[in-house]
């Protein structure tokens, strides 16, 4: 199953489609760089942003299906009515044989981890923010504990109308008591 998420990136915001990932943190999406046929999809444009910030860092993502390479960056992302300044991410030059992307029934471009911080490939050496989009809504007071919930939607519909919360959880969409391991 593809679970997909809708995002903007950029100022003004350029609109994205990218994969839910649990086994990665760090967000990357195409850039104008990406030949099309690697990535048929929308790509970003990062001279069409005012409050893109470039980095040095090069980045190497690998799965178990493909991998995506190019360069770390920072910018203003948006998703579900939240605002994240400064959140890096890869803007993505090439991205090989990810069967994932290419078999899709979706236009999606792009991945975003939602792993341990631990596991980001984003060094933070120019004091701007984190690989983890939810650290980085920690630390700019949008949400305050480091979880999110994803409800996948009503299975007796055929419509998309799964939900994902970031820093809580809507006790409407269970029955019973939520229970808690430590990983």
């Not at 998420?5 to 760089?33: A, C, M, N, R, Y």
């Not at 090989?96 to 060094?123: H, W």
């Amino acid at each position: 199953s593809e679970y997909v998420v809708h995002l903007d990136i950029g100022t003004p915001p350029q609109k994205f489609s990218v994969f839910l990932d649990t086994g990665s943190t760090d967000l990357w999406i195409p850039s104008t760089k990406c030949n099309p046929v690697l990535c048929p999809f929308a790509r970003f444009d990062s001279t069409l942003s005012s409050t893109f910030t470039p980095t040095d860092q090069n980045f190497v993502i690998k799965y178990g299906i493909g991998n995506a390479t190019g360069t770390f960056v920072t910018d203003t992302v948006s998703i579900g009515g939240a605002v994240i300044k400064d959140q890096p991410f890869g803007l993505a030059s090439t991205n090989r044989d990810s069967e994932l992307l290419s078999i899709s029934d979706t236009s999606s471009n792009g991945i975003l981890g939602m792993a341990f911080i631990s596991l980001s490939k984003y060094n933070n050496t120019n004091g701007k923010g984190h690989g983890s989009l939810i650290f980085n809504m920690i630390e700019q007071r949008i949400i305050t504990d480091p979880i999110f919930s994803i409800y996948l939607g009503d299975p007796s519909t055929s419509e998309n109308s799964g939900e994902i919360i970031f820093g809580g959880i809507d006790p409407t969409k269970y029955t019973g008591e939520l229970l808690y391991v430590p990983i």
